[in-house]
C-alpha cells in the first residue's frame, strides 16, 4: 500500500515477515536476538604511523608560525637570503602523518619593523640548504625541484602600525606531499627589498588531508 503526502513524495507501507512467514506486530514482535543494533565487522584495519585514531579525512585546518633566528641580521639588500644561514625554516607537523598530504592555503609574514618591504617564501617539501644569512638566494638544482611553489608578499600589500607590520599573502591552495618519514614542510624568506628588519614571523595557514 503506497500514499502521497503534502509535498507529493510516496510513502511506501513496508510489512516485515519472520523466518516462519508470519507478519511481525506488536503481538508477533521479531525475538529479542533480532531486536539488537547491528554491527559492522571492517576486518583488520592498518593505521599509519602517527595516527590515533580511524574516521578523520580532511577538514582541519592549522597555523604554524616559526620566527626564524636571523644569523647576520644585517641590513638586507634585494635578492638576499633572510635566516638562519644554512638552515630553512621547518613548518612542523604541515601534515597529520608521515607522508601526508594537504593544501597550504595561506600565509601571512610579520614584521617587527614598521616597514613595507617586498618579501618572498619559498616552500619545499624536503629540506634544502639555503646560503648564509644576508647572502644572495640561491639553492642548487637538486634543492629546487623540491620547490612547491612561492609565496609573494608585494611591498603594496603591508600594513603598518606605529611599531611593526604586517602582510597577508594571496595564496591560491598549493598542494603538497611530505617525504616518507617526516610530515614537516620547509620555506626560505627572500627579501625583494632594502630589509632593516631583525625580527620576521611567518605564520602558515595548512589544511590537512
Known sequence: MSDANSNGIIAQEVTLY???GAAVSASNPLPVALQTTPTIDIGDVTLLAGEAHVGQVGGNTKNI???PTLTVHADYVTGDFVGTSGTPITFTDAARVNAGTGW???ALLENDVAEAIACELWLFDAT???PA????????????KKC???IKFPAADWVQSALNAVCRSAVYAIPFTCGAA???LFG????RGTLTSTGLTVRLNVAQD
Open 128 to 130: 634544502v640548504t639555503p
Open 188 to 191: 626560505c624568506l627572500v627579501t
Open 65 to 67: 608560525d616559526v620566527t
Open 133 to 144: 644569512d644576508s647572502a644572495a638566494w640561491s639553492i642548487s638544482d637538486a634543492d629546487a
Open 182 to 184: 617526516s610530515k614537516n
Open 104 to 106: 597550504v592555503i595561506g
Open 18 to 20: 519472520d523466518v516462519d
Open 148 to 150: 612547491i611553489g612561492v
